[in-house]
């Protein structure tokens, strides 16, 4: 059954990458073909072709390995001085320019001549390169805040899990009390497990994150305000001082970081609540900021992820995972002992992730990348009103093809980083508690 359930989970992750994977070519194609750029060829999917079919000037398709998708376009690039493809010459990096020039061109037809993504408009060819990663970010909203809203997430609660009988430092690695520590306030004021808090201070209190920053800002003589057994009770307790952990501006825990604040020493119960909108959308807003924040970190974890692959480094829970590694968090999500709906939330949540991740790639402004054709297009629209604000002649297209040199080394950097984490996803997977 362990076995069947994985294979499940890979399948079902495989089914999400494809559908995202199609859903973001369907960005590029749709705004392509509302300006009139001729599609030979949507493919989802790169090797061997298992199935296409073509409707009418444009083949659709399904290839053997899904690790991508392309829409190929008439003339993403300029023309040469030949007003096709320039002179073939001995230089490696000119055989790649023209390489690119020349299949650029290789499906141009007659007709064909004011349907090249080349001569749009600047603006117009932002758009079509901007759609793709953009579908990524829809789906990756929707289902967040979709998942956020119907099934939630575990969300600490006023109501007390346990109570801490001594006063023990958070930065301390320890859980059992010495005879030296004094009596919690929590425990010497008569709080019990079961104990729901409803006020601090005469102040009622809805939510943990309330309940938390009185708490924090108190040292000294308080009121406690509980609900239990169906009776509302007051307790008094004298908060201490104590070395907890620091949270930031969202109220986030900050690893390994400890301010001195009040402490009354007791464990919030956990329950997955669905959130609001408001707050769904702030959520999502921490997922993107926390990605934006990977991808800048990701050089810096080329070392450890060296190590994982290769040695016997440990594979850290924010190591970067690719298409592997992701497959088999989804197949052993399936194996959780949990309830169906905690899982199917979780493998929702992992798409979501993974369609984030994609449109943050694709946004960097390097070719061969999304991101790298946007910032040609916006160069050249640069160009062209600095040369009207002056009156002077109008330079042309960008050739773009000139950076693909650079665009052939960025590649060569991306495919290198990719089979790294491949071989860490192989060797030594990040896994699931």
């Known amino acids: 059954m362990t076995i069947l359930l994985t294979v499940l989970g890979i399948g ?25 750029i001729r599609v030979p060829q949507y493919m989802v999917g790169f090797g061997p072709t ?34 096709r493809i320039e002179s073939r010459s001995t230089s490696p990096w000119r055989g790649m320019i023209e ?53 939630g997430f575990a969300t600490q609660t006023t109501e007390v899990a346990g109570v801490q009988k001594c ?3 958070q930065s301390e690695e320890r859980d059992t009390c010495k005879k030296s520590d004094p009596v919690s306030p929590a425990q010497a004021a008569g709080l019990q497990k079961g104990d729901k808090i409803v006020a601090f201070n005469g102040e009622p209190v809805a939510d943990w994150t309330a309940l938390s920053n009185h708490i924090r800002e108190t040292i000294g003589p308080a009121t406690i305000t509980v609900e239990r057994d169906g009776q509302q009770q007051v307790l008094h307790a004298t908060l201490a001082k104590n ?9 986030q825990v900050i690893a390994d970081q400890y301010v001195a604040a009040g402490y009354l020493g007791f464990a919030a119960q956990t329950e997955i609540l669905p959130l609001s909108f408001t707050d769904s959308v702030g959520r999502m807003g921490d997922m993107i900021e926390n990605g934006v924040d990977s991808i800048i970190a ?20 924010d190591s970067p995972v690719g298409v592997v590694g992701a497959a088999r968090i989804s197949g052993e999500l ?28 694709n946004m960097l402004p390097l070719l061969p990348l999304d991101g790298g054709h946007i910032a040609g297009a916006l160069w050249e629209s640069v160009r062209r009103n600095i040369a009207k604000l002056f009156r002077r002649p109008d330079p042309g297209p960008f050739d773009v093809a000139q950076l693909m040199p650079v665009a052939y080394v960025v590649a060569g950097i991306f495919v290198c980083f990719t089979l790294l984490v491949l071989v860490a996803d192989i060797v030594n997977p990040v896994k699931i508690s």
């Not at 990701?298 to 829970?317: H, M, Q, V, Y």
Request: with cysteine; aromatic share 12%.
């Open 12 to 36: 079902l992750f495989a089914v999400g990458l494809l559908i995202s994977i199609a859903w973001h070519e369907l960005g590029h194609l749709s705004t392509a073909k509302l300006f009139g």
């Open 50 to 83: 298992l199935w296409s079919r073509h409707k009418g000037e444009t083949e659709y398709g399904i290839k053997a390995i899904p690790m991508g998708g392309y829409i190929r376009m008439i003339g993403m690039f300029p023309p040469g001085a030949d007003g």
């Open 99 to 151: 390489d690119a020039r020349e299949a650029a061109f290789e499906e141009l037809k007659p007709g064909d001549e004011n349907r090249l993504f080349y001569t749009r408009k600047p603006w117009k060819r932002v758009i079509v390169m901007f759609a793709g990663p953009f579908m990524n970010l829809v789906l990756a909203v929707a289902i967040f805040i979709g998942v956020c809203m119907t099934f």
């Open 167 to 169: 006063v023990i430092a």
């Open 243 to 251: 070395m907890v952990a620091k949270k930031d501006a969202a109220g």
């Open 298 to 317: 990701l050089p810096t974890k080329i070392p450890d992820l060296w190590n994982a692959a290769f040695s016997d480094g440990e594979r850290k829970d």
């Open 334 to 361: 399936m194996n959780v002992d949990a309830p169906a709906q905690n899982i199917v939330a979780s493998l929702m949540i992992l798409l979501a992730g993974f369609n984030l991740s994609l449109f943050l790639f």
